[in-house]
């Protein structure tokens, strides 16, 4: 079975900091990964997502993931934290096999300090 | 037009009632999704629903009973609830990823459910 770990329920960074929320995943056969961002009282957006080719993914709002193969790993960057960043974010994955289910992490708290 | 639409935004049921979720977009999507969300905890999946057809079923209790008339609306219906099942009740609606193409899970806003 799948699982995905985020290192750090709760991350804060300075505004214009680097921003970095680790993802960790264990599958057999690399999974497709995403991250979302979900802002207090809302939905979840999708940010980025690795499915296959080019390992380093680029997303919305300057945020960009690079998937390791050989780490297991899916880290979530942006070089420069903005206040309107501080929301909670979660790393997932899916099956390559056609299942749609996606399988949540536990999620990252960010805050920004002006 | 990437949105998902869900009503009510909140909800307050007593454990005797009877009441429903709705959900619907207009992008097409042929599978749509429920999701529950805990407070300070990630989404879980409950249905899946494929071109109208109940497709994945996470062992959920039949306390909630999904159903999807139309390939554009998702209903959520809810009878004899416990305070446990209080939670943010998320709709997501993507193209079923068959063949190469993995599609986005695009999700609604969210239903606030209170169980009193």
């Known amino acids: 079975a799948q699982s995905v770990t985020q290192l750090g329920s709760h991350v804060s960074v300075s505004e214009g900091a680097l921003v970095l929320l680790r993802c960790n995943y264990s599958?057999?056969?690399?999974?497709?990964l995403f991250w979302y961002v979900q802002y207090p009282n809302q939905g979840l957006q999708l940010l980025l997502k690795?499915?296959?080719?080019?390992?380093l993914v680029k997303g919305i709002n300057g945020f960009e993931a690079e998937f390791k193969k050989s780490e297991t790993s899916f880290h979530l960057t942006k070089p420069s934290a903005h206040m309107s960043d501080a929301a909670e974010y979660f790393c997932?994955?899916?099956?390559?096999?056609?299942?749609?289910?996606?399988?949540f992490g536990q999620g990252t708290r960010l805050t920004i300090n002006p | 037009d990437t949105e998902v639409t869900q009503t009510p935004k909140h909800l307050v049921m007593g454990m005797t009632n009877k009441k429903s979720l709705k959900c619907e977009q207009h992008?097409?999507?042929?599978?749509m999704y429920w999701y529950k969300q805990k407070a300070k905890k990630p989404p879980e999946l409950m249905f899946v629903?494929?071109?109208?057809?109940?497709?994945i079923n996470e062992s959920v209790p039949s306390r909630f009973s999904p159903e999807c008339p139309n390939s554009s609306l998702l209903n959520l219906h809810l009878h004899a609830l416990q305070p446990e099942d209080s939670a943010l009740y998320l709709c997501?609606?993507?193209?079923?990823?068959?063949?190469?193409?993995?599609?986005?899970?695009?999700f609604g806003p969210g239903t606030r459910l209170l169980v009193l």
């Open positions: 690795y499915t296959t080719g080019a390992t």
């Open positions: 997932a994955v899916m099956t390559r096999e056609g299942a749609q289910k996606l399988v």
């Open positions: 992008m097409g999507h042929r599978a």
């Open positions: 599958s057999s056969v690399p999974p497709y």
């Open positions: 997501a609606s993507s193209q079923p990823p068959w063949g190469p193409n993995l599609e986005t899970q695009y």
């Open positions: 629903y494929s071109y109208e057809k109940l497709s």
